[in-house]
């Protein structure tokens, strides 16, 4: 009996061992995914804050000046923003 199990815990802890491996490289990759989403829309909040300065200066108008202001003002570049650092932070 003991015999057996001897042999079977080297396989075993090879076993363990290639699934922490796989596990590890899991949680890299989803991990880079999250930064990437992260870093894209840390992106689309620093466009939007750089559009709301050109359009205060008067040199882009896209919409009428209320919707301007509510869907490429400093609110929704800051929820963007804020939405991009609790999807980098988990």
């Given at each position: 009996?003991?015999?057996?199990?001897?042999?079977?815990?080297?396989?075993?802890?090879?076993?363990?061992?290639?699934?922490?491996?796989?596990?590890?490289?899991?949680?890299?990759?989803?991990?880079?995914?999250?930064?990437?989403i992260?870093?894209?829309?840390?992106?689309?909040?620093?466009?939007?804050?750089?559009?709301?300065?050109?359009a205060h200066?008067?040199?882009?108008?896209?919409l009428?000046?209320?919707?301007?202001?509510?869907?490429?003002?400093?609110?929704?570049?800051?929820?963007?923003?804020?939405?991009?650092?609790?999807?980098?932070?988990?």
């Amino acid at each position: 009996m003991r015999r057996r199990r001897a042999a079977r815990e080297p396989a075993a802890r090879e076993t363990q061992r290639q699934q922490e491996i796989a596990a590890a490289k899991r949680d890299g990759t989803k991990r880079r995914r999250r930064h990437a989403i992260a870093y894209a829309m840390f992106t689309v909040a620093a466009v939007m804050a750089i559009t709301h300065v050109f359009a205060h200066a008067g040199s882009v108008t896209v919409l009428a000046q209320g919707w301007q202001d509510l869907l490429l003002g400093w609110p929704m570049a800051g929820m963007i923003a804020i939405s991009g650092a609790i999807v980098y932070g988990t």
